[in-house]
């Protein structure tokens, strides 16, 4: 199980040749929590330091003057000791989202900055880097399922990501404002801000108090910060009902794909048990016609329907 302290405490490399860019995402994660977090403005020295450090994550701009993004891929892949590592690729050009892709990048985080989008994505690829490290360190223990497991955990990552990727700029904001307002960090600026309020308005200070008890002005702007916080909850409460319903969708279509599986199975072991002369279990209560019908979404929604008002009238 991978926690918020294995997360925040992954190795992150940032590579960029402009010292303020290099500055802006290190402030971004620094702030967000994340413990061990690097940097270089020389791309030549990349694939030295991940063979030394090994990083979770590597931010990572394509435009840069002696040696681009492109080239920094190309250098770990031939490199890298261990798999190969998770880039998130930095650029202002659109046309080099889909080579850098192909290249071996997993995300692509677009200039200029938005806040939530990157820390969004990195902490999306994190959780997949870490799954994969969770899952390697115990491939010796069942190598088929570990693989499974590891193929499957991409697969939902994949889709977690693409999913972030097409929200709209309003949906972001929302879900990383009702992120924001359920943290602690939100509590403790509310706490002093409540503890300064109320000590400026004592008079103690020389301050002539501006909002005297009862506080009338700080009644209304409380009111008024609960009236949209209130509705940011209702939109990541809508964004995260609508990915419940497809994944409501993809378990119901799974279910009747291994449904409709199971039939085809055992009418080919009728099929065989009939071609070798095997006779049923005359103790067996099962039904093999009854078993070998395929099974109708909507019968079983009628049957469910009939005998909840069945149980409703008695």
């Known amino acids: 199980m991978i926690s918020p302290y294995d997360i925040l405490n992954a190795k992150i490399l940032i590579v960029d040749d402009q010292e303020a860019n290099v500055i802006l995402i290190e402030r971004m994660l620094i702030k967000a929590g994340y413990k061990n977090v690097s940097s270089t403005m020389n791309p030549q020295k990349v694939s030295e330091l991940y063979r030394a450090n090994f990083y979770d994550l590597i931010l990572l701009d394509i435009q840069m003057p002696s040696m681009d993004g492109f080239q920094v891929m190309e250098r770990l892949k031939g490199r890298a000791t261990d798999d190969y590592p998770q880039v998130l690729v930095i650029t202002a050009d659109p046309d080099h989202k889909q080579r850098a892709l192909q290249s071996g990048a997993k995300d692509f985080v677009s200039k200029p900055f938005e806040l939530i989008?990157?820390?969004?994505?990195v902490h999306n690829m994190l959780e997949?880097?870490?799954?994969?490290?969770?899952?390697?360190?115990?491939?010796?223990?069942?190598?088929?399922?570990?693989?499974?497991?590891?193929?499957?955990?991409r697969k939902i990552i994949q889709v977690r990501l693409k999913s972030a990727r097409e929200?709209?700029?309003?949906?972001?904001?929302?879900?990383?404002?009702?992120?924001?307002?359920?943290?602690?960090?939100?509590?403790?600026?509310?706490?002093?801000?409540?503890?300064?309020?109320?000590?400026?308005?004592?008079?103690?200070?020389?301050?002539?108090?501006?909002?005297?008890?009862?506080?009338?002005?700080?009644?209304?702007?409380?009111?008024?910060?609960?009236?949209?916080?209130?509705?940011?909850v209702l939109?990541?409460?809508?964004?995260?009902?609508k990915e419940a319903e497809r994944l409501t969708d993809l378990g119901l279509q799974t279910g009747l794909l291994t449904e409709h599986e199971?039939?085809?199975?055992?009418?080919?072991?009728?099929?065989?048990?009939?071609?070798i002369g095997i006779t049923n279990d005359e103790d067996s209560d099962l039904a093999d016609a009854d078993l070998e019908k395929e099974t109708k979404l909507e019968d079983v929604l009628s049957e469910i329907e009939r005998l909840q008002r069945r149980s409703e009238s008695n």
């Open 262 to 275: 199971l039939t085809r199975v055992l009418q080919m072991l009728r099929a065989i048990q009939s071609k």
């Open 235 to 241: 939109i990541s409460q809508n964004l995260l009902a």
């Open 128 to 153: 997949v880097r870490l799954l994969q490290k969770e899952v390697a360190d115990h491939k010796d223990d069942n190598p088929a399922l570990s693989n499974v497991i590891e193929k499957n955990i």
């Open 167 to 232: 929200q709209s700029r309003q949906d972001r904001i929302a879900t990383g404002m009702t992120s924001f307002s359920g943290s602690m960090l939100f509590f403790y600026i509310h706490v002093i801000w409540f503890c300064l309020w109320f000590l400026l308005n004592t008079g103690h200070l020389g301050i002539t108090p501006f909002d005297p008890y009862p506080y009338g002005f700080l009644t209304v702007v409380v009111s008024l910060e609960a009236i949209f916080l209130a509705t940011f």
């Open 117 to 121: 989008e990157v820390l969004t994505r």
